[in-house]
């Protein structure tokens, strides 16, 4: 930690440079302030939705921290030319809706003209100094937690194509606008100290990066990661999005990828758009922290274990 000033006590806990998307400011001895901004293209057709995954997406990162937001700002580029303004209505309705669901409050925010559309939000929360989850807190010994489905670049890859089904569809959607609330809750209360959203640089980007800032290998289990239904068979045939692909070449530095596949590798590394959450906890707490999130709706697993050695990624 360091002094962002030397006529002020705020010292910043979390930032950029430790390779976390959002930074943490601690205020007190018992307070620290949580502020990330993201945004994102559309990735279904309906304006509503797209609104809805979006400020998911946005927000993530303050749970990823273990904190709970208080306010955001809406980010908003829109082609007034082009576009409709009743449908930007829509699209900011959606951010509402989980802002309701969050229990935070839009304030404001900026827009743009921009010839493609995008829409987020800068979201600040708040986290206790004791309990903030960073992405290099892993410690050996630990088992990992993924609670959400890996796939959903591959699903909105086919979507856009028309190749996915409407069920293929609505189950990538309702992952997307699950909130990472309940996960985080569940991640501080069960002692983890390490946690990251997995979410454009996939599950092997993300937890990859983990292994590297907490210095330990992860041993992945690929049987165990679960995973959207459609998009196995949609990655063999190629839709994959080309997010997915970088993220594989830059993965391979660290990867032990044993004798798996491509199409296997391709959904490890798969671009997330509003992923879940994975984190480190003691194999003590593994059950009750499974059976907390079944019981709340998620689907999620134990999908490994970290381990001492040259920091790594390894596919089992």
Known sequence: MRHLNSDHPEELLVGPETGDDAAVWKLD???????????????????RTWGRVAAANSVSDVYAMGGSPLFALNLVGWNKDALPIELLGEVLAGGQDIATAGGFAIVGGHTIDDPEPKYGMSVTGEVHPDRILTNAGLQVGQDL????????????????AGRATDEQAAEAITSMIRLNDIASRLAVDAGATGCTDVTGFGLMGHLGRMAIESRVVVTVEFET???????????????????????????????????????????TADAQTSGGLVFGVDPSETGGVLGELAATGHTAARIGRVGAGSPSFKLT
């Open 29 to 47: 001895d018992d307070r620290a302030i949580v502020s990330t901004a993201d945004f994102i293209t559309p990735v279904v057709d309906d304006a």
């Open 225 to 267: 990661i679960p995973i959207l239904g459609g998009a196995s068979e949609f990655a063999t045939g190629g839709i994959v999005p080309g997010g997915s692909q970088r993220n594989l070449a830059w993965a391979r530095e660290f990867l032990d990828a044993g004798t798996h596949s491509e199409t296997d590798l391709l959904i």
């Open 145 to 160: 937690i993924l609670t959400k489905p890996l796939g959903i670049g591959i699903l909105t890859t086919a979507i856009k």
